[in-house]
């Protein structure tokens, strides 16, 4: 394997803006595009800008997707802890961000990168830095490492990449699925447990759990990766699960692997939405995927509802929430508006609530009058 300038060097030789650019474009398979800024939503579902940075691009790893993996030929950089402070209070201070969101690849092994890590985080909260900070941990991070995570992050989490062990050792061959990421994600969920015990009426923040899937990487169907989501929010109480869509890299094992389409990640955060926000379950989706239980390019709620005309159409006078949320358009804000504000007397209303009233139309009654008639909305499907 060729040994880089830059990895004899430790990246030392190259400017802090040089290296933060390297480090935000080396998070492509964390969460975000390769911009230094990436969205993220916070608990009350509101759209906040995080400054997006690896602490290393180093890694010892293998991941056959990743760009940082060891065998690579690319420079590797890292910031220090503080340099990481210095750059989230800067970024902070003139309001360009609202938290961080930090990753990194593995330099040593996962305890020494994750307690450098935790440095991060403990020096922003020592100089009294309330935004929000979203951790990404290494597989195999030590429990005494998630414990005080747990008490100062506002997210945090391991990837669990794909749905099983076998994809699992085919993606990442240094790590196990059972021992590095499912018991870290087991936890992740009784360290909140307890925190949120020991925190109960203090107002003290505590963290939730997330994980991110690499969608496209191996041949998983999109109804396996919804089941294990609603597996893992049943079992390990996860909060929120990322999908990212494979895209091959250079100099990698899947280098010719295809690339999986955007709409594809789009379409699974829209179907795990409806397992996490509106309380159905995975089986429930059994009808929208086709036969290779892959989604289609369409809403899988709206799909949902066309495939189901006997649920509709719904009376928004007297509907309960349930039946609410099954109407393309109403989403849990806008049927607990409706809820609290009936009776509702006409779509103006309605869009006032914040319900998307194109879309709801041809699902709903509003003081007994259909809105559209929906076998014209839906081209005579039945
Ligand atoms: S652990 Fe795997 S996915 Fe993470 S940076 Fe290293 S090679 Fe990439």
Redo the contacts with the bound molecule.
């Keep these: 394997m060729s040994v880089s300038v830059e990895k004899l060097t430790n990246g030392h030789h190259r400017t802090l803006s040089e290296r933060m650019q390297f480090l935000s474009s080396g998070t492509k398979?964390d969460s975000c595009n390769q911009s230094a800024v990436c969205h993220a939503f916070g608990p009350d579902g509101r759209c906040i800008q995080l400054y997006k940075t690896l602490l290393t691009n180093y890694?010892?790893?293998?991941?056959a997707y990743?760009p940082?993996?060891?065998e690579r030929d690319v420079p590797r950089v890292s910031l220090t802890p503080e340099e990481i402070t210095k750059i989230t209070w800067s970024f902070y201070r003139k309001n360009a961000i609202e938290g961080l969101f930090l990753s990194?690849?593995?330099i040593g092994d996962a305890e020494i990168t994750s307690q450098k890590q935790l440095e991060v985080v403990q020096l922003l909260r020592q100089q009294g830095f309330t935004g929000y900070i979203h951790v990404r941990m290494?597989?195999g991070t030590p429990k005494y490492i998630l414990e005080q995570i747990a008490d100062l992050a506002n997210k945090f989490g391991v990837?669990a990449e794909t749905t099983s062990s076998i994809n699992y050792s085919e993606i990442?061959p240094?790590?196990d699925y059972k021992n590095d990421v499912l018991q870290r994600l087991k936890w992740t969920r009784d360290l909140i447990r307890e925190k949120r015990r020991e925190y109960r009426g203090t107002g003290h923040i505590v963290g939730a759990n997330d994980t991110q899937f690499v969608v496209g990487a191996v041949d998983e169907p999109d109804r396996d990766i919804i089941r294990t989501v609603n597996k893992f929010m049943d079992k390990y109480a996860l909060r929120r699960p990322y999908f990212m869509s494979f895209d091959p890299i250079p100099d990698t094992p899947l280098e010719n692997g295809s690339p999986s389409p955007k709409w594809r990640e789009q379409r699974l955060y829209q179907a795990s939405f409806l397992l996490k926000d509106y309380g159905l379950m995975h089986k429930d989706l059994e009808d929208v995927y086709n036969d290779s239980g892959n989604l289609m390019n369409t809403d899988p709620k709206l799909e949902l509802a066309n495939m189901h005309p006997e649920r509709f159409p719904v009376d928004i006078n007297s509907a309960s929430m349930d039946e609410l949320l099954l109407v393309p358009g109403i989403g849990p804000v806008s049927a607990n508006r409706i809820i609290h504000s009936r009776p509702i007397g006409s779509e103006e209303e309605l869009a006032r609530m914040g319900a998307v009233v194109s879309r709801a139309s041809p699902f709903i009654d509003l003081n007994g009058v259909r809105q559209t008639n929906l076998a014209s909305f839906t081209g005579g499907y039945s």
């Design positions: 398979y890694c010892a790893g293998e991941c990743c940082n993996r060891c990194s690849g593995i290494m597989p990837n990442c240094n790590f």
